[in-house]
């Protein structure tokens, strides 16, 4: 059973994602396009699982899994897609068996990854959604300390709300920018 806790963001885990962002690039090779850092320890200024989220976007899903012994190599238990179809999912632990990471594996074209980043950058702009997100995060934290999937259930209405509230401004976005 694994203690739900969410912390203070901690600007160290910027550095945390270039170090881990590097060596999984390495591990997947050429097949790898971009390497995202997403989830809350993303997002400066709102409370976080101390997880890092990582967004690998790969040319080709398949490929993966023929990598799976180069991602054990970096320490990750291998998860398949992991209830989200089209992803592989690799999870990472310290020597304490406290989870330090999550990867997130897709296809460059997938619409989770446009879901993913959108979510992000949303909230990086729009302080007062991620504010409450991070109240959000905490109340639950405290009500479902040792409830993983009570905790996960409780933030999915919201999470929810901010994917539709990001899509629309990611439209927004893309329609203002001007034309090169």
Do not use: C
């Not at 020597?95 to 979510?119: D, P, W, Y």
């Not at 302080?127 to 905790?151: H, M």
């Amino acid at each position: 059973m694994r203690k739900v806790e969410v912390v203070p963001h901690n600007p160290k885990w910027r550095d945390v994602f270039d170090v881990e962002s590097k060596s999984v690039a390495d591990a997947l090779g050429e097949n790898v396009v971009n390497v995202h850092h997403i989830g809350s320890t993303a997002i400066q200024g709102i409370y976080a699982k101390p997880i890092i989220d990582l967004l690998v976007e790969v040319k080709d899903i398949i490929k993966v899994d023929g990598q799976s012994s180069s991602m054990e190599s970096l320490g990750y238990e291998v998860m398949g897609e992991f209830g989200i179809p089209g992803r592989r999912y690799f999870r990472k632990d310290n020597q304490e068996g406290v989870r330090t990471h999550h990867i997130h594996a897709f296809k460059v074209t997938s619409e989770q990854v446009k879901r993913h980043l959108a979510f992000r950058d949303y909230m990086i702009e729009h302080p007062e959604d991620a504010q409450r997100y991070s109240e959000l995060k905490r109340r639950l934290a405290r009500e479902y300390s040792t409830n993983i999937d009570g905790y996960m259930d409780g933030k999915d209405g919201f999470i929810k709300e901010m994917d539709m509230k990001a899509v629309q401004w990611r439209t927004l976005q893309t329609v203002q920018q001007p034309a090169t």
